[in-house]
C-alpha cells in the first residue's frame, strides 16, 4: 500500500496516476506574461512607428536596463514599409547617441508602473557597439507584418542593452516588443 494524495476539502477523493507514474490533473495554464501583468502590471508595449534609417545598417531601437529586476523581450513584431530588409536584434554595449524616448505602455490599462530602463528610437542611432547578433528577421514582404518570438525569451541583465538594427537604408520600420520585468 503507498501513500495516497487526498482531497482537501474532505471529500475522501485521491488523486489518480496513470501507466508512466504521472499524477493525472486537470489545470489552467497561463504565460508567465499574463501572471506577471496580473499581479504587477510590469509588462509593457514598446512601439515604434515610420522609422527611417538614415543609412543601411542603422541601429533605431535601443533598450538598457537601468534597474535591478531582470528585463525579459518575449517577442517583436515588426515590418518594413517601404522595402524588404532583414532585421538583427544585437546585444549591444556603450553609449547611445541620437536617440529620442520611447515611453513604454503598460498592458494593464491605467497602471502607472514604468520599467526601469533608458529606451530610444532614432534614425540612426551611434555610440553603440554589438556584442553579438541575438536573432534575425526576414521582412522580405513590404508591408507583410513579421513575428518573433521566443520560448527562452530575451533576457537584459542590469546594465545590459540591445539595440534593433535595419539592414536597408530605406526600409521604413514599424513595429512592437513585449516587454516583462522578471518577478
Given at each position: 500500500m503507498g501513500l495516497f494524495i487526498e482531497d482537501g476539502t474532505g471529500s475522501g477523493k485521491t488523486a489518480k496516476v496513470n501507466g508512466g507514474n504521472?499524477?493525472?490533473?486537470?489545470?489552467?495554464?497561463?504565460?508567465?506574461?499574463?501572471?506577471?501583468?496580473?499581479?504587477?502590471?510590469?509588462?509593457?508595449?514598446?512601439?515604434?512607428?515610420?522609422?527611417?534609417?538614415?543609412?543601411?545598417?542603422?541601429?533605431?531601437?535601443?533598450?538598457?536596463?537601468?534597474?535591478?529586476?531582470?528585463?525579459?523581450?518575449?517577442?517583436?513584431?515588426?515590418m518594413a514599409d517601404t522595402a524588404a530588409t532583414q532585421i538583427e536584434l544585437h546585444a549591444v554595449s556603450g553609449t547611445v547617441v541620437g536617440g529620442s524616448t520611447i515611453t513604454p505602455l503598460s498592458r494593464t490599462i491605467g497602471s502607472a508602473a514604468t520599467p526601469t530602463a533608458t529606451?530610444?528610437?532614432?534614425?540612426?542611432?551611434?555610440?553603440?557597439?554589438?556584442?553579438?547578433?541575438?536573432?534575425?528577421?526576414?521582412?522580405?514582404?513590404v508591408g507583410k507584418e513579421e513575428h518573433l518570438s521566443s520560448s527562452s525569451r530575451i533576457r537584459i541583465p542590469k546594465s545590459k542593452a540591445l539595440a534593433v538594427l535595419i539592414e536597408t537604408a530605406t526600409a521604413n520600420v514599424t513595429g512592437v516588443i513585449s516587454l516583462a520585468e522578471e518577478e
Open positions: 504521472r499524477l493525472l490533473v486537470n489545470a489552467v495554464q497561463k504565460s508567465t506574461d499574463a501572471d506577471v501583468n496580473e499581479t504587477s502590471g510590469k509588462v509593457w508595449s514598446v512601439v515604434f512607428e515610420g522609422l527611417n534609417p538614415a543609412g543601411a545598417d542603422d541601429y533605431v531601437v535601443y533598450i538598457k536596463n537601468t534597474g535591478d529586476k531582470t528585463l525579459h523581450i518575449t517577442d517583436m513584431r515588426i529606451i530610444e528610437s532614432g534614425t540612426d542611432l551611434t555610440g553603440l557597439t554589438s556584442d553579438g547578433i541575438l536573432f534575425f528577421i526576414q521582412c522580405s514582404t
